[in-house]
């Protein structure tokens, strides 16, 4: 399994809306998908996750209401959409996979995921 290959984001006002996109070189099917954040000087953490095998979307509450996991198994590609954005959500942002193991997406946020794309800066300004 490859590794997600990309995102793309951006710089955006605050109250803005920004969509992520992770293409995959393998389909969804079997995997969890998730994304993750970095703010400077902070730990990384999950901001929102899906996990097939407990039919399970979750996301960490400072983004729930906002933001909306989602997949294209057709094109391999996962998305976050990302709206009403704030000055806290500015970070880098990574895409994760991980073979999808019936543990439960705060599992995912607590120990990781496999397989990551390159983080992409996400800039809300004020």
């Known amino acids: 399994l490859s590794a997600a290959a990309g995102v793309w984001g951006g710089l955006v006002q605050a109250g803005g809306s920004l969509r992520l996109s992770c293409a995959s070189s393998?389909?969804?099917?079997?995997?969890?998908i998730g994304w993750f954040r970095q703010a400077p000087g902070k730990a990384r953490e999950g901001v929102a996750c899906?996990?097939?095998?407990?039919?399970?979307?979750y996301y960490a509450d400072s983004v729930k209401g906002r933001f909306t996991i989602s997949s294209d198994n057709a094109k391999n590609t996962m998305y976050l959409q990302m709206n009403n954005l704030k000055p806290d959500d500015t970070a880098v942002y990574f895409c994760?996979?991980?073979?999808?193991?019936?543990?439960?997406?705060?599992?995912?946020?607590?120990?990781?995921?496999?397989?990551w794309g390159k983080g992409t800066q996400v800039t809300v300004s004020s």
């Open positions: 994760a996979a991980t073979p999808d193991k019936v543990v439960g997406c705060s599992w995912y946020f607590a120990y990781g995921m496999d397989f």
């Open positions: 393998v389909p969804f099917d079997h995997y969890a």
């Open positions: 899906f996990s097939r095998s407990v039919s399970s979307t």
